[in-house]
């Protein structure tokens, strides 16, 4: 299997831009997870997943925020407007229902200038 | 609430000097401690799950153990190839699927 996939691996925006990152979870995992990772607080569980629906999203940081998963293949996680204080490293995540462990993507590295 | 304490934060060992890395969590009960390793502009790898105190997991140089309050992964003779940061990740038993994750150790091995 390909593992997690994440698109785009950099992206490099203005303050004010639109930013969707995309996620393509492991085939037959039904629970998918957005983090996001800087220095100062480290790994920070955004929102999750199962079986398409949006289970806990109390991580989100504010309304700017909004993630969707359309299909068990597809998710995205959309930031409108951008700020500079978003730029940070966008991890996705997978699990299957029978286990806890979640495999992680290679990350989607975000500046916002 | 829920807290994960990793320490060292950082740790420099010669090639083939073991040494230990300390999790401390604090949940609201514990369904599965968890180790990740990640290497630098990738994301972090599966390493280990522990369930209940007094299990021990190993895999190649690595091993990892669990009592009711926290979580060690020792390193023996560690090679440069294990520089890496290790995470660990604890998932409470009232969170469902939530990992709380730790801040991590930043181990570098020297030739």
């Known amino acids: ?54 289970i806990d999203d109390s991580g989100m940081p504010e309304d700017r925020f909004s993630a969707k998963m ?9 930031i409108q407007p951008s700020e500079p204080r978003d730029s940070a490293v966008y991890f996705c995540a997978s699990s299957f229902g029978g286990s806890e462990t979640q495999y992680f993507g290679p990350g989607t590295r975000l500046l916002v200038l | 609430e829920d807290q994960v304490t990793q320490s060292p934060e950082a740790l420099r060992l010669q090639e083939g000097e073991s040494s230990s890395l300390n999790c401390s969590y604090t949940v609201s009960g514990l369904r599965g401690l968890f180790w990740y390793r990640q290497d630098p502009g990738k994301g972090p790898e599966f390493l280990f799950t522990l369930y209940s105190a007094g299990e021990e997991k190993e895999k190649e140089r690595l091993k990892a153990t669990l009592t009711k309050k926290e979580s060690f992964l020792h390193i023996t003779a560690p090679k440069p190839e294990d520089s890496a940061t290790y995470l660990c990740a604890a998932n409470p038993s009232g969170s469902a699927r939530q990992l709380t994750f730790g801040s991590g150790t930043q181990l570098t091995v020297l030739p």
């Open chain 1, 1 to 54: 299997d390909a593992g997690v996939i994440q698109s785009p691996r950099h992206e490099v925006t203005e303050m004010g831009q639109e930013v969707t990152l995309r996620c393509k979870p492991i085939s037959g995992h039904d629970y998918l997870f957005w983090y996001r990772q800087t220095m100062m607080r480290g790994l920070e569980l955004l929102i999750y997943f199962n079986n398409n629906v949006p």
């Open chain 1, 70 to 78: 359309p299909n068990a293949s597809f998710s995205t996680l959309k």
